[in-house]
């Protein structure tokens, strides 16, 4: 008979011991990283706000410095009149405040040459945010770029610039739900 050498395997009790130690440090790090990934999203969207709040007081400027002035009340035709040149591109302003619009209502909104605050920020407009990217949504009025927008019982993780604010256009940062 040839001679074998002893095998030996795990305990029942080191098999456990290494379970424990395992469970152990998942609950110690998991946690870290959902909230490093929150940071992130958060992160992101503070930088979304900047360029909003930029790209407003630079349309304003330029506004002012081009003549225009807050309007009484909506000029309706003479809305055409609230087009501002920003590097060779238009971007109509709002009566009440001289802020960007969303999407301007005035010429062609499509055209290449016409800005919306989503082309001015840098972003493309994607609904789905698929794959974890930023989803966007927006109207005349409002621009929202965020990973979560308010849903049933969700306040969301989102950037929202209200063109129409009166007396002055806001962006506000909501991330309850990051």
């Not at 395997?9 to 110690?28: D, H, Q, R, W, Y």
């Not at 840098?122 to 990973?147: H, S």
């Not at 002055?168 to 909501?174: F, I, P």
């Amino acid at each position: 008979m040839p001679y074998c050498a002893k095998q030996r395997g795990f305990t029942l009790v080191e098999l456990i011991l290494v379970i424990i130690i395992i469970g152990i440090l998942s609950a110690i790090f998991i946690p870290s990283y959902w909230e490093v990934s929150r940071q992130a999203r958060i992160a992101t969207l503070d930088g979304v706000s900047a360029a909003m709040r930029s790209a407003a007081a630079i349309t304003r400027v330029k506004a002012l410095s081009q003549g225009l002035e807050i309007a009484p009340s909506n000029p309706g035709n003479g809305q055409q009149n609230y087009i501002v040149d920003v590097e060779g591109l238009s971007v109509e302003v709002d009566w009440r405040n001289l802020c960007p619009e969303s999407i301007p209502e005035w010429g062609d909104a499509l055209s290449d040459s016409t800005l919306s605050m989503l082309d001015y920020i840098q972003l493309t407009a994607n609904p789905t945010g698929l794959d974890g990217d930023l989803k966007t949504e927006v109207d005349n009025q409002f621009t929202r770029v965020g990973y979560q927008f308010p849903s049933a019982g969700k306040l969301g993780c989102f950037v929202e610039y209200d063109s129409f604010g009166d007396p002055m256009c806001t962006v506000r940062l909501v991330i309850d739900d990051c």
